[in-house]
């Protein structure tokens, strides 16, 4: 599995001058090599497809076309539609870009990037997107959740066991939307026929 | 054994036709496996504008978008926690909720790590056994950057510091991740991942100042360069003071530092994102040593000492998207540390380069690998106590990684194959395989398990190092010297790992993470008797009984790790951990080592811990972390309980006070013994408080 190699002894006694010249020597071919990849690459790997985070940016757009929140969840009707991120923030620029100059029922969306669990708690918000609940545990976050009526959205399987209300789940490379329809209804929450017959409604407890 | 080969020529020219090799191999791959189909056709899916893209997606129906079809770089979404490998990620919120002040202290809620402090400003920090302040088994990096000191293998804890609030998540890997991340990645691998600069926009100044602790003030600001990048510089200070030896009596194990540095992260319409980052840190850390073999009475003195440290580094990175299911980084560092103390000192640079390709081949296989060269250059200033030859030294590194997992039956189990080839100047070629498999038995409980090999590459210490550990007069009246004597023939440890884990999520509430593993070593370190010589210089001519250092240890390790979270109420949060650890090693018949023992008792059978987070009305926090961690036998430290208590408040105006209580239980407590000269203190009780400010 193995072969030695090293003549110690020799380099010892060499210390060599010319050893930082022979370094550049072996960079050589290591570079080329990497170039040549590089190259291979933007020839073999066109962009084919849609990127998973294109698609459930908009997606979670649309979700707001077929909920309609309890009266309660808006202070007023000039309190805007509150989008929010927990943790990581996978869609980098992508979601900002799909709510631009969009609007829900005639409210204007604010963006919400949440660092910590203490601003979520401070500022709820109507939508939010979990991306790693692990990265991201929130005690308190179901009960806020339900105070305030606020969807939370999160992509990856077994989200709504864990007291989420929408699961954007991957399924043959498509996206497949599921729904806690008990806790839904709990929260005061209307989702669209429609949405639920294009989803699967999950049963928790 | 090996034939020695005449020049070093040769060695370059094996070098090249490997790297040729790998080359050829890797450029065969993709004619291998065919790419993945593509549904979709549609003129706006090639758009290089991203806007378009979103248009075009926004104008579908909700039906049409179920229909759309979508891959992803999967390692982009990946959640740690299903990799098929005992996996633990210490969130930004454990560091608030901690209080540490330093990434060691950090590692200390991870199950099946091994923490003990030595003195105020060192540590011995392992996983799964065999600790010590030079703990060889563990890889540790900071973005992507190595820290592990090749010199004497393992890391300097006391240098490696960033501003905390600005940590992003420290995933910690047990057990050996050999295959992706190399040689030394035996036991271990500690990934400190810092905050994008776009998350850490505004200003940041926190204060803190407690029993042991003068100042420890750190500043950090991030903005925004127009609309696509941004970035953040910080600095940071402390000063703290010294410990207690057992007796309550100042240690003189003070420490200080200064660090500055700064991160631009540049992403434009997620295609290309680069990142630069650099910093720049200077200290001193003091310590209590004992100088041995000494050539006159007294032979070995116990002075104070102090270690200056400085050094600094650049790193940039560059992520590139080909495709959505096919995208590389290319990452260069320059490394440069600068480190002196009483008996010896060590300069080294380090130039690193790495290539990553990420591929998702099919909805069901995703390929990674990589290449990677690393160039490092030490100068060495020894004393007759510790002398390092030749005192400088060049060392090149070639590697590269291939790792494909495969989803064998959808959704339910995964198959993960992968490999490191490695040449080093020490050891040679080696090879890292490793295979594992995932299986989701249901929503709630996976069960994975992994065989793999990785080895621990000689390091200069083992090679080229002397150390003198004792001296004594002989009959004759000519003083005897008792000496660690490294040797070219010391070659790799190896180690062969089984790991089998469970993870259980049965409801909201309730987690379990269950990880076990036997470890079979071959050729560990040993120190054996060899033929004494006389030696002139320095006089007086005296005689030297050499330790030569050899593999001559096989042995045996298993263990259990257990962690449990429980959100016992919507305000609190309960995490409760457990590590069972043995460890049973063997000499070799032809061995005359006595120190096989030292390894198997400076790791403790037992540790607990047990977290509890709390938020209480008026925006506070409470928590408390208790440890128990059992005796270590090797150095007599007994067994110990700590108590660590927090009160955080977020009060108004982005102020946030913390009052940390830290080991309540007793006075002072020793976690580790004095080794390699090291004299170590006491852990006392202590309080400190911070504030800090967002603006």
Same mark, same amino acid.
Request: glycine residues 8%.
């Given at each position: 599995m193995k072969v030695k190699r090293v003549n110690h002894s020799m380099r010892a006694k060499g210390k060599a001058t010319h050893q930082g010249i022979s370094s550049l020597l072996i960079l050589r071919p290591l570079f080329a090599g990497i170039a040549l990849m590089l190259s291979v690459f933007a020839m073999t790997a066109a962009a084919d497809t849609f990127n998973e985070y294109h698609v459930k940016a908009v997606f979670l757009f649309n979700l707001t076309h077929?909920?309609?929140?309890?009266? %309660?969840?808006?202070?007023?009707?000039?309190?805007?539609?509150?989008?929010?991120?927990?943790?990581?923030?996978?869609?980098? %620029?992508t979601l900002r870009i799909v709510l631009e100059k969009e609007q829900v029922n005639g409210r204007r969306i604010a963006l919400i990037t949440y660092g910590n669990c203490r601003d979520l708690l401070d500022r709820p918000c109507h939508m939010l997107f979990i991306s790693k609940p692990d990265y991201f545990s929130c005690p308190g976050l179901q009960n806020i959740a339900r105070q305030h009526a606020m969807v939370t959205i999160g992509d990856v399987p077994g989200f709504l066991e864990q007291g989420g209300i929408i699961n954007l789940v991957k399924e043959n490379r498509r996206i497949q939307i599921e729904i806690n329809q008990v806790e839904a209804k709990r929260m005061g929450l209307e989702i669209s026929a429609q949405l639920l017959n294009l989803s699967r409604t999950v049963k928790i407890k | 054994m090996s034939q020695k080969k005449s020049t070093r020529h040769y060695d370059t020219r094996i070098l090249l036709r490997l790297a040729a090799a790998f080359f050829m191999l890797l450029l065969l791959l993709p004619a291998i496996f065919p790419s993945?189909?593509?549904?979709?056709?549609?003129?706006?899916?090639?758009?290089?504008?991203?806007e378009a893209v979103i248009d075009y997606l926004k104008q579908l129906s909700i039906d049409e978008l179920l229909l759309t079809e979508i891959t992803s770089v999967s390692k982009k979404n990946e959640r740690l926690t299903d990799a098929a490998a005992a996996v633990f990620v210490i969130t930004a919120e454990d560091i608030r909720r901690t209080g540490a002040r330093s990434i060691p202290e950090l590692l200390r809620i991870v199950p099946g790590l091994q923490v003990a402090r030595i003195d105020a400003n060192k540590w011995a920090v392992t996983s799964r056994g065999f600790n010590n302040r030079f703990s060889n088994k563990l890889l540790v990096l900071m973005d992507g950057r190595s820290v592990y000191n090749p010199l004497f293998s393992g890391v300097y804890w006391n240098v490696q510091d960033t501003l905390l609030e600005d940590v992003d998540r420290i995933e910690v890997i047990r057990g050996p991740g050999a295959a992706l991340w190399g040689a030394n990645a035996v036991n271990g691998i500690v990934n400190i991942i810092t905050k994008s600069s776009k998350e850490t926009l505004g200003g940041l100044v926190t204060f803190g100042l407690g029993i042991h602790t003068d100042y420890n003030l750190g500043m950090r600001y991030g903005g925004t360069i127009g609309k696509d990048a941004a970035y953040?510089?910080?600095?940071?200070?402390?000063?703290?003071?010294?410990?207690?030896?057992?007796?309550?009596?100042?240690?003189?194990?003070?420490?200080?530092?200064?660090?500055?540095?700064?991160?631009?992260?540049?992403?434009?319409?997620?295609?290309?994102?680069?990142?630069?980052?650099?910093?720049?840190?200077?200290?001193?850390?003091d310590q209590r040593i004992t100088t041995t073999g000494l050539l006159t009475p007294p032979f070995s003195i116990t002075t104070k000492d102090t270690i200056y440290f400085s050094g600094g580094h650049v790193l940039g990175c560059w992520r590139h998207l080909f495709s959505n299911n096919s995208q590389t980084t290319m990452q260069l560092y320059y490394?440069?540390?600068?480190?002196?103390?009483?008996?010896?000192?060590?300069?080294?640079d380090t130039v690193d380069i790495d290539f990553q390709h990420q591929w998702e081949v099919t909805s069901r296989q995703e390929i990674v690998w990589g290449l990677g060269y690393r160039f490092s250059k030490n100068d060495t200033n020894g004393t007759f106590t510790i002398s390092v030859s030749p005192d400088s030294r060049e060392d090149h590194l070639f590697s590269?990684?291939?790792?494909?997992?495969?989803?064998?039956?959808?959704?339910?189990?995964?198959?993960?194959?992968?490999?490191?080839?490695?040449?080093?100047?020490?050891?040679?070629?080696?090879?890292?395989?490793s295979a594992r498999i995932r299986w989701r038995y249901n929503p709630h409980i996976t069960l994975w398990s992994a065989i793999s090999r990785a080895v621990r590459t000689p390091s200069r210490a083992d090679q080229d190092m002397r150390v003198n550990l004792a001296s004594f007069p002989g009959n004759d009246g000519a003083v005897n010297v008792m000496a660690i004597v490294g040797t070219d023939d010391f070659d790799s440890e190896e180690l062969t790992a089984f790991e089998l884990g469970l993870r259980w999520h049965p409801c909201s509430w309730f987690s379990a993470d269950i990880a076990s593993f036997y470890n079979l070593y071959d050729r560990l370190r040993s120190i054996e008797p060899a033929t004494p010589f006389f030696e002139a210089l320095p006089s007086p001519p005296h005689l030297v009984f050499p330790l030569s250092i050899g593999n001559k240890i096989d042995g045996k390790t298993y263990g259990v790790e257990v962690l449990a979270d429980l959100q016992a109420l919507p305000q609190w949060k309960l995490s409760i951990g457990y590590t069972w650890f043995q460890?049973?090693?063997?000499?070799?018949?032809?061995?005359?080592?006595?120190?096989?023992?030292?390894?198997?008792?400076?790791s403790p059978?037992?540790?607990?811990?047990?977290?509890?987070?709390?938020?209480?009305?008026?925006?506070?926090?409470?928590?408390?972390?208790?440890?128990?961690?059992?005796?270590?036998?090797?150095?007599?430290?007994?067994?110990?309980?700590?108590?660590?208590?927090?009160?955080?408040?977020?009060?108004?105006?982005?102020?946030?006070?913390?009052?940390?209580?830290?080991?309540?239980?007793?006075?002072?407590?020793?976690?580790?013994?004095?080794?390699?000269?090291?004299?170590?203190?006491?852990?006392?009780?202590?309080?400190?408080?911070?504030?800090?400010?967002?603006?």
């Open positions: 077929f909920i309609t929140w309890p009266e %309660d969840a808006f202070a007023d009707e000039k309190t805007p539609f509150l989008i929010g991120i927990a943790g990581e923030n996978p869609f980098g %620029d | 993945g189909s593509h549904a979709i056709t549609s003129s706006t899916q090639n758009a290089e504008n991203d953040r510089i910080y600095a940071k200070g402390f000063q703290q003071n010294a410990f207690e030896d057992e007796s309550g009596n100042d240690f003189t194990d003070e420490w200080d530092a200064f660090r500055g540095g700064f991160r631009v992260d540049i992403g434009k319409n997620g295609r290309d994102d680069f990142s630069f980052q650099g910093s720049l840190y200077d200290g001193t850390a490394d440069r540390t600068d480190r002196k103390e009483g008996v010896f000192g060590e300069t080294r590269a990684f291939f790792q494909d997992t495969i989803e064998l039956f959808s959704n339910r189990l995964w198959l993960t194959l992968g490999s490191k080839f490695e040449d080093n100047d020490y050891s040679g070629f080696e090879v890292q395989p460890v049973d090693l063997d000499l070799n018949a032809a061995s005359g080592d006595r120190s096989a023992l030292e390894y198997e008792g400076n059978d037992h540790q607990l811990q047990l977290r509890s987070y709390v938020n209480l009305p008026f925006r506070l926090e409470w928590d408390t972390m208790l440890f128990f961690v059992d005796q270590l036998n090797t150095f007599d430290v007994s067994e110990y309980w700590r108590l660590d208590t927090r009160i955080g408040w977020q009060a108004p105006h982005n102020v946030m006070v913390n009052l940390h209580f830290e080991n309540i239980l007793d006075d002072r407590h020793s976690e580790y013994g004095n080794q390699s000269g090291i004299n170590a203190s006491e852990m006392p009780r202590s309080v400190y408080l911070t504030l800090s400010y967002r603006l």
